[in-house]
């Protein structure tokens, strides 16, 4: 399977990922994923915050989008190099069409979670597109397809990484975002950025499938 997802239109396996893949059926978990369900991550379809089934919301990142923030008081703007914190937390995000202004947040496939890190700090690949060490992930995570929604100290290491907290699964954004413990089968996608001009543009499709198995 190629590496490159270059579709521009989510398949019907897209959409099974988006009817619920969470795995709500375990007890040990329930807690979990009502507090889930509760805030929405669990939805079957996702209404757009910021204007609904506009043409082009519920596609995938394009070159030339730009990244917006996808919550808190600044939700809808976009996001400049200086607002993120070196060495995170993540940003939540949103692509935006820099053409048309659509904000693609009528997939939440298209959720992306943007982070600054040392360079130093990064793998040969991961820093060849990591400018001034800020990269961007799909934020869907590639178990179950719940959202990946914590920056926590990893289970067997002591630097923080990405954490779904469905079954634990941890993506280490230092290296590729690739899973350093639990059962997500693979790393999660990542969206190729350049951070020029105030504001952080996508330069690339995603590389890698985004979300779970039974998105194909
Ligand atoms: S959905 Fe199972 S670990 Fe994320």
């Known amino acids: 399977m190629s590496e490159t997802d270059h579709s521009a239109t989510p398949s019907v396996e897209d959409t099974g990922v988006e009817l619920g893949m ?3 059926s375990d007890p040990t978990r329930r807690k979990l994923i009502l507090t889930a369900l509760a ?3 669990c939805l079957a379809s996702r209404k757009s915050a910021f204007g609904e089934d506009k043409p082009g919301s519920d596609e995938r990142p394009q070159q030339a989008d730009v990244l917006v923030f996808s919550e808190g ?8 190099p200086q607002d993120l914190e070196l060495g995170g937390p993540p940003v939540h995000a949103w692509p935006k069409d820099s053409k048309t202004s659509v904000v693609r947040d009528g997939s939440r496939l298209n959720e992306i979670l943007v982070i600054k890190l040392d360079p130093a700090e990064l793998d040969d690949d991961t820093r060849s597109r990591a ?13 179950a397809g719940c959202p990946v929604t914590a920056w926590v100290k990893g289970d067997s290491g002591d630097k923080d990484v990405f954490k779904c907290f469905c079954h634990n699964s941890e993506f280490d954004p230092r ?6 413990f639990g059962p997500a089968p693979r790393r999660l996608a990542a969206l190729p950025l350049s951070a020029a001009e105030g504001s952080l543009t996508v330069v690339a499709t995603f590389v890698g499938k985004v979300g779970a198995p039974q998105a194909g």
Not at 73 to 80: C, D, L, R, S, Y
Not at 175 to 180: G, K, R
């Open 22 to 24: 969470c795995p709500c």
């Open 73 to 80: 008081e600044h939700a809808g703007e976009v996001i400049k």
């Open 131 to 143: 400018p001034d060490g800020i990269l961007a992930y799909s934020a869907i995570c590639t178990h």
């Open 175 to 180: 290296q590729s975002a690739q899973v350093v």
């Open 39 to 41: 805030t929405g991550a």
